[in-house]
């Protein structure tokens, strides 16, 4: 499976953006995504998972103004993130893992490349 994301760019605090990931290739009758972020000199940390059932988990960091979603017919996952803070600024991972339930600390087969996302205040 290979995970592309898009929609990462600069944009002022209080602003919004959403990402794309587009998934190519067989995922499988159970697979979970997610969203993970790095800011420069931070560990890696979860954003959002979407499991199998739709069923969802947002970090605390962003819950309220992120949201996770996923259009399986298009096989694209999703991220809208709405009253951007300059501590979102990272670059954005979007990861699949063939299980039906997926967590944080879990391990996750499939990685993007990444898009940046930059919030100045």
């Known amino acids: 499976v290979e995970l592309a994301e898009f929609g990462g760019g600069s944009v002022q605090a209080g602003g919004s953006l959403r990402l794309s990931c587009a998934a190519s290739?067989?995922?499988?009758?159970?697979?979970?995504m997610a969203w993970f972020r790095q800011a420069t000199g931070k560990e890696r940390e979860g954003v959002a998972i979407?499991?199998?059932?739709?069923?969802?988990t947002h970090a605390d960091s962003v819950k309220g103004r992120f949201t996770i979603s996923k259009d399986n017919a298009k096989n694209t996952l999703y991220l809208q993130m709405n009253s951007l803070e300059p501590d979102d600024t990272a670059m954005y991972y979007c990861?699949?893992?063939?299980?039906?339930?997926?967590?944080?600390?879990?391990?996750?087969?499939?990685w993007g490349q990444g898009t940046q996302v930059t919030v100045f205040s």
């Open positions: 990861a699949g893992h063939p299980s039906y339930l997926c967590s944080f600390r879990g391990g996750f087969r499939d």
């Open positions: 290739g067989f995922t499988g009758s159970r697979y979970c």
């Open positions: 979407i499991n199998h059932d739709g069923g969802t």
